[in-house]
T-cell receptor, first 114, second 114 residues
Framework: NAGVMQNPRHLVRRRGQEARLRCSPM?????VYWYRQLPEEGLKFMVY????????ESGMPKERFSAEFPKEGPSILRIQQVVRGDSAAYFCASSPKGGNTEAFFGQGTRLTVV | DAKTTQPNSMESNEEEPVHLPCNHSTISGTDYIHWYRQLPSQGPEYVIH???SNVNNRMASLAIAEDRKSSTLILHRATLRDAAVYYC???????????????FGAGTQVVVTP
């Protein structure tokens, strides 16, 4: 059973470009969460999605950031017009429906904006 | 979710036990105590969780104080691979549909010396 798959592992973008980060949850998991870890800082929750629905986006920056989890395919975190401050590690986690279980994290995508 | 307090760092010798404390004086009756760890350049990894009783698994043990205001993660024999940041996180068991939404603090950096 493959774990949470994130790609790419490393992404370099110039200022003003778009970054697309992909996350395939574990098989059978319908809940996806995105986190951001800025250099030398802790992980911060960004958004929680279920298939075709954004459930909680309380941690998402108000502009330039969006997320989706379509009926088919991976979840996508999209950052438009990237700036240097977007350089960070972005982690995706998934969990099955229901509670009292662990969340499984991917290896992350390290975004560098030059 | 209630907050937790952990020491910034702890050192241990290889093959010695490590006791990682966590204070959560404002814990509510429905909060589970979760521990995750993050190895360098990797995503967080679930370690253990509990509610009231002490818990053991293949990775660690969790000792929970009788009043639940503190807990201790115990790594029985530290290895070099256990060098990581360990996070103590409270999760409300009533939030069964958002189990992956976690509030990470700064955690405890565990250093293991040969």
């Amino acid at each position: 059973n493959a774990g949470v798959m994130q790609n790419p592992r490393h992404l370099v973008r110039r200022r003003g470009q778009e970054a697309r980060l992909r996350c395939s949850p574990m098989k059978g998991h319908s809940h996806v969460y995105w986190y951001r870890q800025l250099p030398e800082e802790g992980l911060k929750f960004m958004v929680y999605l279920q298939k075709e629905n954004i459930i909680d986006e309380s941690g998402m920056p108000k502009e330039r950031f969006s997320a989706e989890f379509p009926k088919e395919g991976p979840s996508i975190l999209r950052i438009q017009q990237v700036v240097r401050g977007d350089s960070a590690a972005y982690f995706c986690a998934s969990s099955p429906k229901g509670g009292n279980t662990e969340a499984f994290f991917g290896q992350g995508t390290r975004l560098t904006v030059v | 979710d209630a907050k937790t307090t952990q020491p910034n760092s702890m050192e241990s010798n290889e093959e010695e036990p490590v006791h990682l404390p966590c204070n959560h004086s404002t814990i509510s009756g429905t909060d589970y105590i979760h521990w995750y760890r993050q190895l360098p350049s990797q995503g967080p990894e679930y370690v253990i969780h509990g509610l009231t009783s002490n818990v053991n698994n293949r990775m660690a043990s969790l000792a929970i104080a009788e009043d639940r205001k503190s807990s201790t993660l115990i790594l029985h024999r530290a290895t070099l691979r256990d060098a990581a940041v360990y996070y103590c996180i409270l999760r409300d068991q009533r939030s069964t549909d958002s189990w992956g939404k976690l509030q990470f603090g700064a955690g405890t950096q565990v250093v293991v010396t040969p």
